[in-house]
């Protein structure tokens, strides 16, 4: 049981260019998200899945667009990376939105230059 | 949308010294309320939370406390380890609602 596997770890980027972040869980939990942390700022959502079929914006979506493959997968994409989406990504999931603790994947770490 | 402010952002106690991590939230409608660890280089893990319909919730070493009127929640932790040197976060969301807010976090070390 792997809960929730982000790929990749680590990540360089030329400004400009673009990459897919990809998360998958195997808990059959029905909401995923997408957050970036960044230093004194805490978790801030990007985009949000509740259901199989549905993403919505978050607090911050400017610059990204995500897709549910299906109920294990959620992606996030960057069309044309820049320098300020420098950040730690985490993807997370819960079984029913809102009410229980998500479950995090262990991050990646990505660099704009 | 709800905003959550956490405080301090940073704490340092010695083993075995109790330590107070703090937040408010600005939505009245929230009704959940997790805390979160993370390790340096790790992933956040939940610890504990609670539910607007409860006052108090204590899992061994561990404890939180919610004041639905003055809209605030502390993260209590008694008897500090080092292993309990991490970030913690506080959230706050609506059951049911995608929309769950993080605090800044709170860097705590616990000096042996």
């Known amino acids: 049981n792997a809960g929730v596997t982000q790929t990749p770890k680590f990540q360089v980027l030329k400004t400009g260019q673009s990459m897919t972040l990809q998360c998958a869980q195997d808990m059959n939990h029905n909401s995923m998200y997408w957050y970036r942390q960044d230093p004194g700022m805490g978790l801030r959502l990007i985009y949000y899945?509740?259901?199989?079929?549905?993403?919505d914006k978050g607090e911050v979506p400017n610059g990204y667009n995500v897709s549910r493959l299906n109920k294990r997968e959620f992606s996030l994409r960057l069309e044309s990376a820049a320098p300020s989406q420098t950040s730690v990504y985490f993807c997370?999931?819960?079984?029913?939105?809102?009410?229980?603790?998500?479950?995090f994947g262990s991050g990646t770490r990505l660099t704009v230059v | 949308g709800e905003n959550v402010e956490q405080h301090p952002s940073t704490l340092s106690v010695q083993e075995g010294d109790s330590a107070v991590i703090k937040c408010t939230y600005s939505?009245?409608?929230?009704?959940?309320f997790p805390w979160y660890k993370q390790e340096l280089g790790k992933r956040p893990q939940l610890i504990i939370d609670i539910r607007s319909n409860v006052g108090e919730k204590k899992d061994q070493r561990i404890a939180v406390t919610l004041n639905k009127t003055a809209k605030h929640f502390s993260l209590h932790i008694t008897e500090t380890q080092p292993e309990d040197s991490a970030v913690y976060f506080c959230?706050?969301?609506?059951?049911?609602?995608?929309?769950?807010?993080f605090g800044a976090g709170t860097r705590l070390t616990v000096k042996p």
């Open positions: 899945s509740a259901s199989e079929g549905t993403t």
């Open positions: 939505d009245s409608a929230s009704n959940y």
């Open positions: 959230a706050a969301s609506i059951i049911d609602n995608n929309d769950m807010r």
């Open positions: 997370a999931s819960t079984l029913r939105t809102g009410s229980l603790g998500y479950t």
